[in-house]
């Protein structure tokens, strides 16, 4: 069985989960769709939708995930083919010869190497191997990428297939740095107290660099009941937003996330020079405790149980993920309203993102 039609059978067995679980709504001036009557008590579809959301919207991302794949090579094939028939030879020839990864240089082995030494085989040897074969996977999946991204600008391709969306509201309370109209939103839900949350910053932080006005990210809150000090951690870095004192403190928060208590906390406020006596107040009174609530309860609606989690321009990304994977997104939400791209730079010697990276924290 060909790798397409593994990927179109994965499709059709989604829509029919999704065919079964999932009934029409009402329009805003139709009376919502009765789906099942106990009794007196009737049962909508709006119903349905309202309680079966998060898992819905698992369904449709794996969907669209499944025909952006099929579309994609669709694509790479019928470019590549036409490349090789224009150059006049076999397209695994061309193939062959557009796609060649240099070896990776002994400079750049041995900084991955020393970098990671800690997570790799006790022997050298063995070491030296586990990075080469890193290098040479990542340099052969950065050209793919960008041979793809080349002959599609060049043939002007298009792509019209709409990936699901959610729409988070942005309070007054959230946090957010860039312009309020730029194009692209980035909303970030996250737990002070997990690790890879604190990891991600990093990537959030080049994004901003690459992107500049164009891209406004957008803080809400996600504190796992595994975390202990988490929730205080929310509401005491809202309180301390009141006074402009957010991302000094939302650092400080990351970077000492084993250290976090209402003294810790409150130390933090007198370095940065804010008023403690209100920021008391404000933790004492529970001034955000509902502002939190509602972040949480817009997280869990959207099926993000973990963290960190994202939604970029309504689209849900999950995980620590690597930096090529908002990066694409992003761009592609450039393209579709007609912007311009920024030309990628020069790859540097990132943190490798694991598989348990990648995934939530405290997803199922």
């Not at 901003?208 to 975390?227: C, N, Q, T, W």
């Not at 997104?329 to 348990?356: F, H, M, N, S, W």
Request: hydrophobic share 45%.
């Amino acid at each position: 069985m060909s790798r397409i039609t593994s990927i179109l059978i994965a499709m059709v067995l989604v829509a029919f989960a999704m065919t079964a679980c999932a009934a029409p709504t009402a329009s805003e001036n139709e009376e919502p769709a009765v789906v099942a009557r106990v009794g007196d008590v009737e049962i909508t579809a709006d119903d349905l939708e309202a309680e079966a959301g998060p898992a819905l919207m698992q369904l449709r991302q794996q969907m669209y995930d499944a025909k952006v794949q099929v579309l994609e090579a669709k694509i790479f094939d019928l470019l590549t083919e036409k490349a090789a028939q224009d150059a006049g030879v076999p397209r695994e020839q061309w193939l062959a010869e557009n796609l060649a990864v240099p070896e990776p240089d002994e400079a750049e082995i041995a900084k991955v190497m020393a970098q990671y030494r800690s997570r790799l085989a006790k022997e050298d040897d063995q070491a030296r191997k586990q990075v080469v074969d890193y290098l040479k996977q990542q340099g052969a999946q950065g050209a793919a990428a960008d041979l793809q991204r080349r002959l599609a600008e060049a043939a002007g391709v298009e792509v019209f297939l709409d990936p699901p969306r959610v729409e988070p509201i942005i309070g007054d309370y959230s946090p957010s740095r860039g312009p309020a109209d730029a194009p692209i939103v980035l909303v970030e839900y996250t737990d002070f107290q997990c690790p890879f949350c604190g990891r991600v910053q990093p990537t959030l932080e080049t994004l901003r660099e690459r992107y500049g006005d164009s891209i406004r990210m957008v803080f809400k809150h996600l504190p796992l009941a595994m975390h202990q000090q988490a929730r205080f951690a929310a509401e005491a870095s809202l309180c301390v937003g009141d006074q402009d004192g957010f991302w000094p403190m939302h650092h400080w928060l990351f970077t000492n996330h084993k250290a976090i208590s209402r003294e810790t906390v409150l130390a933090q406020a007198v370095e940065q020079g804010l008023d403690v006596d209100a920021l008391n107040a404000c933790l004492d009174e529970g001034t955000h405790a509902a502002d939190v609530e509602a972040d949480l309860k817009e997280a869990g609606s959207f099926g993000i149980t973990g963290t960190p989690g994202f939604v970029v321009n309504g689209r849900i990304l999950t995980g620590a993920q690597p930096l090529e994977n908002f990066v694409k997104i992003i761009d592609d939400e450039l393209r579709r309203a007609g912007l311009p791209v920024p030309e990628p730079k020069a790859p540097e010697a990132a943190e490798e993102t694991t598989e348990a990276e990648a995934k939530p924290v405290g997803a199922s």
